[in-house]
């Protein structure tokens, strides 16, 4: 099955154009002097699902966002618009949207925000209306306290919730004395959700959480059942609902879904917004099949479904998952709550700013707030997997720094084709959490050169340059460097300079080119004899190759960088066997 057809990019590494399997169409124009974008149109022939419009000020932030003549169920073309306030510190204070049909206004919204010195969200003004008439479920005024000793965890919104937290920062209780309500959450000892217990009038309902080896959650356990993840890309849920996900580096492009009481699966194709954002579902056969509109924060403005439409993506705002059994996103390192507009949880990636990265770190005040979400002005900034806000451009871009200063004319017109389709066989790749490295002064990896599947005698090659790179952590068990604890380190660290090429160090066939939480962007290569080799950390727009490719020993596929929870610059190298057993990459290479 054909996913994508083709992907197209810009002199400037700018996504222009992705053709669908199912024949529709998303173009991106870009202004010249800022190659900001200023139009997203998703259509399938007259049909215009996307037609969105954006300004902007003269630093970058959007001041609005229109979208003329689009489809919704009921076929009568709507406008809609969102408009954005910040202040001086580039924050948003206010936020207005309208859906309008025939000149009529169907929904709209108001948001007024106000902050404290050091960052906090001060007070929350919300008013949604549908037909002028006030939405009571997300209609409300919130007015926070936060404690002297936790300064950016909210202890009090109001006079009816109270929050409560740990040593460590993870929020453990919500009480609403105006519903009789309370929410109990628990955590194990790295810092992970593991439980909650929301009970109203007395009725508990539990819902219970599972991780694997590096921190990625595999089991959801709740009242809607039980859900088994299974890498990214394949979920089932229930066992009644077996969902298979397609992926096009870090952006969602398809769901496979199939019910149990149905003899065939239904597929989804998703067109997003600028954050990454779940905009517009079509069908197999590029029809519409569902849209959803956010709140600035996240929250789920408008979600509007065809006629007889069974299923609902739960991959919402910034394509993250909402848990119907808590209301909270899951976002991979943390989950939040898009009410509040607050993680429920620490940054993890704290100990990292203190080496100035990410964002500035220590030397960017606004990453000491621990909760905050998107830098306080969500619609520029999205945060990709719960550690570090990013700036939105890059969910479109594939090539932002240039490698090794080569001419941008080389990937003007730079098309993707479908020799190799993208298809859900390229998505199962094991899931991938933080990894972190220690600088120690230690070796190079030196690997011998190959002939057919794994590395024979010969000349000596390595993973970066001769005389690159030096070994900063190799595979086994070593103290982790964020929690103290020990922790097996399933793969080698080389450390090099930023944009050091990473040379393969097998030949074989780039099987995945993902973006995997703490692990950064990473390009998995399967060798001849099936093994698979991944590098991870890999700095943005250095990838050199697609799925699909073919490898030679020694090819320069990336360029060594610090995306995800890297320390600095470095490749971190896994070999994986069949079954998902690893091995040590010095050994293996030997």
Partial sequence: MQYVKSVHYDQYGNRTRVEYGNGVITTYTYDEAMHRLVQLQTKRGDSSYQNINYTYDKVGNILTRTENGVVMSDSNPKTITHRYTYDTLYRLTEAQGSIKEDGNTVHSYTNTFTYSAIGNIMSKLQTVKVKGEQDPNLTYNYNY??????????TNINDNLTYRYDANGNMTAVYDTAKNYSRILQ?????RLIKTIDTTSGNSVITSYTYDTKGM????????????YIDTGYVETNEAIVSNHVFMGNTRIASIVKHKDEPQPATYYFATDHLGSSSVLTSNNGAYYERIEYLPYGEVWVEDAAVNSNYRTPYKFTGKELDKETGLYYFGARYYDARISRWISTDPALLLYVNGKPNGGVYNPVNIDLY????????RYYDPDGYADKDGWEVFKYVDKLPWGEDPNKYKDNTTNTNSPIDNSNQNSTAKAEEKVEETKQGVINVQQNSNEKQKAGSVLEVVPNGVGRITSRYGNRKHPITGKEHFHEGTDVAAPEGTPILSLTKGKVESITKRNGYGNQVAVKSDNGDNVTY???Q?????????????VGDHIAGVGDTGTATGYHVHVEVILPGGRRENPEDYFK
Avoid: F, L
Avoid at 187 to 191: A, G, K, Q, R
Avoid at 372 to 379: A, E, H, L, S, T
């Fill in 372 to 379: 905050k979400y998107g830098n306080n002005n969500p619609i």
């Fill in 145 to 154: 306290t936060y404690a002297s000793t936790k300064p950016h965890a909210v």
């Fill in 540 to 552: 943005s727009g250095s990838i050199r190759v697609k799925v699909g490719d073919d490898v030679n």
């Fill in 536 to 538: 991870s950390h890999i």
């Fill in 187 to 191: 955590w194990d000892e790295e810092n």
């Fill in 217 to 228: 959650r595999i089991t959801k356990d709740g009242p809607y059942g039980k859900t088994v």
